[in-house]
């Protein structure tokens, strides 16, 4: 009777969690949705009015994204309740949570290092110095990730396989996804990993020859980086799952 009723309590807070995360994925999807109109609001609106609607915006954003962080956490404690009653729980909620770091949807913490390119006299003016451009900073992630990066972000916006990086506006911003840069400003890379292998890589010669005569670039190791989690949705309208025959 007992394990009965311990049954039917896990049964149903894992469907309460399923239910809480459908509601995160829709305010998720939301925000994305509203990361777009940003994009759009600079892109197609005058300078008159891009100020009041991207505050507008952002304000939507971050209620959202509060949103989806209080859900994010409601489910937690669900999982982990469920889990704490079954053994076979704990092990599927131990594999949901290594998922979740790898798609970006948890905060992580470690050591790592954090890499900063800071601009000499540059401005959106400037027409005899090198810019740094999208390319740039794919090749910086795509060389942390050869030397085992277990988690990246740029400016505080994790790098997830679907999250692209472009230059736009004759490379007057780089978007991370849907989010925006400046490469007149501060940027900040960080990277969680081996901290010897991480430095080792950004530190090789040549790595930042193409921009160093308009940045300064420093790589300091880290006995802890700390890495917030992605708010992009992920959407598969094509793939599929290929079940066993």
Same mark, same amino acid.
């Given at each position: 009777m007992?394990?009965s009723?311990?049954?039917?309590?896990?049964?149903?807070?894992?469907?309460?969690?399923?239910?809480l995360g459908?509601?995160?994925?829709?305010?998720a999807?939301?925000l994305?949705?509203i990361?777009? +109109?940003e994009?759009?609001?600079?892109e197609n609106?005058?300078?008159?009015d891009?100020t009041?609607?991207?505050?507008?915006?952002?304000k939507e954003k971050e209620e959202l994204?509060?949103k989806v962080?209080?859900?994010?956490a409601?489910?937690?404690?669900?999982?982990?309740?469920a889990? +704490?009653?079954?053994s076979n729980?704990?092990?599927?909620?131990?594999?949901l949570?290594?998922?979740?770091?790898l798609?970006?949807?948890?905060?992580v913490?470690g050591?790592g290092?954090?890499v900063?390119i800071t601009?000499k006299?540059?401005n959106?003016?400037?027409?005899n110095?090198?810019?740094i451009t999208?390319k740039?900073?794919i090749t910086?992630v795509?060389?942390l990730?050869f030397?085992g990066a277990e988690a990246?972000?740029i400016n505080?916006y994790?790098?997830t396989?679907?999250k692209g990086?472009?230059?736009?506006?004759?490379?007057k911003t780089?978007?991370?996804g849907n989010?925006?840069?400046s490469?007149?400003?501060?940027?900040?890379?960080?990277?969680?990993?081996s901290?010897?292998?991480?430095s080792?890589?950004?530190?090789?010669?040549?790595?930042f020859?193409?921009i160093?005569g308009s940045?300064?670039c420093s790589v300091?190791k880290?006995d802890?980086?700390r890495?917030?989690?992605?708010?992009?949705?992920?959407?598969?309208?094509?793939s599929?799952?290929?079940?066993?025959?």
């Amino acid at each position: 009777m007992g394990k009965s009723l311990d049954y039917k309590k896990l049964k149903r807070e894992l469907a309460i969690a399923v239910v809480l995360g459908i509601l995160g994925f829709i305010i998720a999807y939301q925000l994305k949705y509203i990361s777009k +109109e940003e994009k759009n609001a600079y892109e197609n609106t005058s300078d008159v009015d891009i100020t009041s609607e991207v505050s507008k915006l952002s304000k939507e954003k971050e209620e959202l994204s509060e949103k989806v962080n209080a859900l994010q956490a409601t489910v937690s404690e669900f999982e982990k309740e469920a889990a +704490e009653n079954n053994s076979n729980s704990q092990q599927l909620y131990e594999q949901l949570e290594k998922s979740r770091m790898l798609l970006g949807e948890t905060d992580v913490e470690g050591p790592g290092v954090v890499v900063t390119i800071t601009p000499k006299v540059l401005n959106v003016d400037s027409t005899n110095k090198v810019i740094i451009t999208h390319k740039d900073l794919i090749t910086y992630v795509n060389e942390l990730n050869f030397a085992g990066a277990e988690a990246i972000s740029i400016n505080g916006y994790r790098i997830t396989s679907n999250k692209g990086i472009r230059s736009s506006d004759g490379v007057k911003t780089i978007y991370i996804g849907n989010e925006r840069i400046s490469p007149y400003e501060t940027i900040t890379i960080k990277a969680i990993g081996s901290k010897d292998q991480l430095s080792a890589a950004m530190n090789f010669y040549g790595t930042f020859k193409d921009i160093e005569g308009s940045y300064t670039c420093s790589v300091e190791k880290k006995d802890s980086v700390r890495i917030e989690k992605s708010n992009y949705t992920s959407e598969f309208k094509y793939s599929k799952v290929i079940k066993g025959d």
